[in-house]
């Protein structure tokens, strides 16, 4: 069975320490990584997709990284506007015609203190 | 373009009731689905569009739950006599094919009293 599993679950950081979240993934086969941040109350806000291992992608503060079994969300000197829940989700590839979902994990909750 | 948009952002009814939300995908993606977040989880996984073609369904997706889309375009997801483990937050998402991103709505959160 798919699976995905994020660390750690919560995590308090100072303003401009720099720190990793990981995302482990078991699947068949992959035919993306996402990475998608979610305020409270909100629906996930997309940042990042991954298709192989060793593929990298930046965005500000933010860099993704893929394995072949996990994905790391890197942050660098963060704010405190990047408090949020990230959460990392695979698309496995299917022998079922059509099969669409994403496999997501729990998400790991980010919180910058100023 | 514009996002996907969903109606009501907030839904509370009494056990029991029928409740029926909307999903309005971005305009030229194909492609919609459900899924379904409660506090503390990831979104799983409910159902899925291709244009009016529902292609699968989970097992989470009872026969309480149906989903349509008419004509391609907008979905609805109703509740039938709803249960107190059915308040969650419901997201909808689109994309424009099958490795492309889904991008999601801001959710409608059900609360069943």
């Not at chain 1, 979610?38 to 997309?46: L, M, R, T």
């Not at chain 1, 298709?51 to 079994?69: D, P």
Request: overall charge neutral.
């Amino acid at each position: 069975e798919d699976q995905v599993t994020q660390s750690p679950e919560a995590l308090r950081l100072q303003e401009g320490e720099s720190s990793s979240l990981n995302c482990s993934y078991t699947v068949s086969g992959l035919r993306g990584l996402f990475w998608y941040r979610q305020d409270p109350g909100k629906g996930p806000e997309f940042l990042f997709t991954l298709y192989s291992a060793g593929e990298e992608k930046e965005k500000e503060r933010l860099k993704a990284t893929l394995t072949k079994k996990e994905s790391f969300l890197h942050i660098t000197a963060p704010k405190p506007e990047d408090s949020a829940t990230y959460l990392c989700a695979v698309h496995p590839r299917s022998i079922i015609q059509g099969a669409q979902k994403l496999v997501f994990g729990q998400g790991t909750r980010l919180t910058i203190n100023p | 373009d514009t996002g996907v948009s969903q109606d009501p952002r907030h839904k509370i009814t009494k056990r029991g009731q029928n409740v029926t939300f909307r999903c309005d995908p971005i305009s030229e993606h194909n492609r919609l689905y459900w899924y379904r977040q409660t506090l503390g989880q990831g979104p799983e996984f409910l159902t899925y569009f291709q244009n009016e073609a529902q292609l699968e369904k989970s097992r989470l997706l009872s026969d309480r739950f149906s989903a349509e889309r008419p004509k391609g375009s907008f979905s609805t997801l109703e509740i039938q006599r709803t249960e107190q483990g059915d308040s969650a937050m419901y997201l909808c998402a689109s994309s424009r094919s099958l490795t492309d991103t889904q991008y999601f709505g801001p959710g409608t959160r059900l609360t069943v009293l």
